[in-house]
T-cell receptor
């Protein structure tokens, strides 16, 4: 059973517009959420995170929103740039469990069209 | 900056060979992880370690073993490589209490 789901395998957006990537989770014990960006033939790069005590975290062009009641988070990229074209992974952890593990979604491939 | 390095970017091995994948991190992180990434399957955890000489099985440990003799180094071993182990292998590390993991560049392993 998938505890972290990214239901859109791919997304295409025009350069300069907003990209919205979505992620749903089922485990109510998850309290820390992360987004990673991955280019082909490279390792994932940490992008942004959010703790469950917040509902929004912003870092430059990247904003993550968390809706705990809906068990849903989203990553907004504004404005989108061609260099943002990559696979984006959502991840979650139960920090109280002390297991140190992240549960990853299967990824969404973002294509930003110039 | 956290730096995680992996011994090879690309590796080609024959079925039945013993394969060693090495990972080194330079930030004194306690936790280290090995994943494999396959198209449509995302990142799947093979093994992880939260201390020297300690190891825990992840979701798909079959066919793999690990070794952690020093804090900075975590090795993944394929005792007898098979074609279904052709994949991208990713190493990561983290420092408690934060669960943010930092990844190496990956090793693309092909088993013929």
């Amino acid at each position: 059973d998938q505890q972290v789901k990214q239901n859109s395998p791919s997304l295409s957006v025009q350069e300069g517009r907003i990209s919205i990537l979505n992620c749903d989770y089922t485990n109510s014990m998850f309290d820390y959420f992360l987004w990673y960006k991955k280019y082909p033939a490279e390792g994932p790069t940490f992008l942004i995170s959010i703790s469950s005590i917040k509902d929004k975290n912003e870092d430059g062009r990247f904003t993550v929103f968390l809706n705990k009641s809906a068990k849903h988070l989203s990553l907004h990229i504004v404005p989108s740039q061609p260099g943002d074209s990559a696979v984006y992974f959502c991840a979650a952890s139960d920090s109280g469990a002390g297991s140190y593990q992240l549960t990853f979604g299967k990824g969404t491939k973002l294509s930003v069209i110039p | 900056d956290v730096k995680v390095t992996q011994s090879s970017r690309y590796l080609v091995k024959r079925t039945g060979e013993k394969v060693f994948l090495e990972c080194v991190q330079d930030m004194d992180h306690e936790n280290m992880f090995w994943y494999r990434q396959d198209p449509g399957l995302g990142l799947r955890l093979i093994y992880f370690s939260y201390d020297v000489k300690m190891k825990e099985k992840g979701d798909i440990p079959e066919g793999y073993s690990v070794s952690r003799e020093k804090k900075e180094r975590f090795s993944l071993i394929l005792e007898s490589a098979s074609t279904n182990q052709t994949s991208m292998y990713l190493c990561a590390s983290s420092l408690p209490p934060l669960d943010t993991q930092y990844f190496g560049p990956g090793t693309r392993l092909t088993v013929l």
